[in-house]
């Protein structure tokens, strides 16, 4: 789930503390940008991963209810879900499996995108 908060520097990554099971934590005041910040293009992925947190079952292992928790903040923040195979790389990216679902109309960053037309899959 991406939260807004200043990070300085946007020309060098920021440290991402993950909790154990490699999900950013919940709360967490660092966050992975999805966008461009010199293009504006909004990153999201193609497809689901294979341990995508959407999928049936709980593939990574996750604390009960921690997904619909992401999910719930991602509605209140009008924010959105950010893949875990991308956290903490340079090109960070929406979840598929957050897209694909019921609540990808609350995300800002997706609505902008598409309105602009800078939403690109990778």
């Known amino acids: 789930m991406n939260r807004h908060t200043p ?12 909790d154990d099971d490699g999900v950013e934590p919940e ?10 910040l010199l293009t504006g293009i909004v990153r999201v992925c193609a497809r689901r991963c294979d341990t995508c947190i959407f ?3 709980n593939l990574m292992d996750l604390q009960p209810g921690r ?4 999910v719930t ?3 209140q923040t009008e924010g959105h879900v ?3 195979e991308t956290l903490g790389t340079e090109t960070p990216a929406i979840c598929r499996g957050f897209i694909d679902g ?5 995300s800002l960053a997706l609505r902008l995108a598409r ?7 990778v």
């Open 67 to 70: 997904v619909a928790a992401m």
């Open 27 to 36: 709360g967490g005041e660092l966050y992975d940008e999805v966008a461009d």
């Open 115 to 121: 309105a602009l037309g800078t939403l690109r899959e």
């Open 55 to 57: 999928h049936p079952g």
């Open 73 to 75: 903040r991602a509605r």
């Open 7 to 18: 990070r300085g520097d946007a020309e060098s990554p920021t440290p991402h503390p993950f």
């Open 102 to 106: 019921p609540d990808q109309g609350r």
């Open 82 to 84: 950010v893949c875990h």
